[in-house]
């Protein structure tokens, strides 16, 4: 109700500009506080951003929070326009910026002088700022390398401006994305920006510290980063930015849906979210587990062969239940394709009420007889429960992503 009424007041408005420089001059940004931060853009308006994690650790401003009005994002004193802003704070100020600067999936399509132009002035800004030169770094699709850019790393911090392969050369363009982090900067993302930027930064022998048991029966998994997918039909592609950030795979949304064949304007049906995983995983040095998918109304496993899937035993609840407690108990988040609006859940949020749909299984509960899930729809969305027995009943697919490094 609240987005409604600030939406019907920005009606009559053509565009609100906004800079997000304030975000991009170290070091003086890196002492910047949730408070702060919700401070200066409050000042320009309370519409600008909205905060994606309930504990006011990640925020996001977009050109496309609202479908009538354009909010004008700009870096780098105006020269660079941004799609979407998304803005981490770790330890009380600032950590990390990520910014969208085009991604097909907002923006449509755009001419190869416009992303030239916006690539190149964020290269020399980041260069200017940091006071270094860049370091080359090119795509490598055995060591699941799939971007090229630039890196910068100097006491004042570190960047990464990243692009997909041969965007500025004969194929398709299809994102551009810049990361800024702090020097010290804490997190997954942060480590991979340091270690390399293709497989996964952690290791599958320290995901079970990751879980969680606490005086309620809850078994789940903390720290899984929320991304917010906006109107567009991403819910694969974000769901498995979350887990691959979790992992310390620095790819996010755009640059999956791009690999996956995602279409933004599309639902997507179990099967071609599996077909989508398959495209995904071992490109980013990750392995796909189908544990079931749905055929002639029952779970069931299933076999590859040829790009194909064979139909194996039925899934029963029994081993459907097993294979997410296994999971969980190893710190590997599931996903878990469904058709929604068929069961209750807790707290019954409701932001989308019918069709196929993916989100991430964290946890469990046997005393409650209940799965502990979470939904890439921002602030509220991540942790919230529903029956075992319903959750069986609505599922249509159920997945992991392993990284492959022990």
Partial sequence: MLALVMASSLHAESGIAASLDVLLDPPKCWELTPESFEKHFDAIRPELFKWITSDRTRAKLSRALYSNVEIKLTAFGGAVPVEEAVVDFSGGRLNMVTLSIFNRGDAGEIDEADFKSRHMAAGKAMSAKFNVKPVACP???????LTEGYSWSSPLGMAMLEINEGALGSSAREFLRLRVARPD?????AVSMKSGRGAAAARLSDLPQNVVRDDKGNV????LPMVDQGNKGYCLPASTQR???????????????QVAESDPSQGTSALSMAKELDRIDYRFKTRLVVMGMMSEKELVEVEMKKGEYLVGK????RKFIKSIHDFINDGIPLLWALELGRYSEEPDLKPQT???HMRIIIGYNDSTQRLIFSDSWGAGHEFKTIKVSDAYA???GL???KPTVR
């Fill in 399 to 401: 997945f992991a992503l």
């Fill in 220 to 223: 789940f998994i903390r720290n």
């Fill in 185 to 189: 900067a804490e997190g997954a993302l």
């Fill in 139 to 145: 795509a490598n699709r055995q060591q699941g390398l």
């Fill in 394 to 396: 609505a599922s249509q």
């Fill in 314 to 317: 039925p899934v029963d609840e």
């Fill in 243 to 257: 887990i691959f950030e979790y992992y310390g795979i620095g790819a996010d949304m755009h640059q999956i849906a």
């Fill in 354 to 356: 019918s069709g196929g």
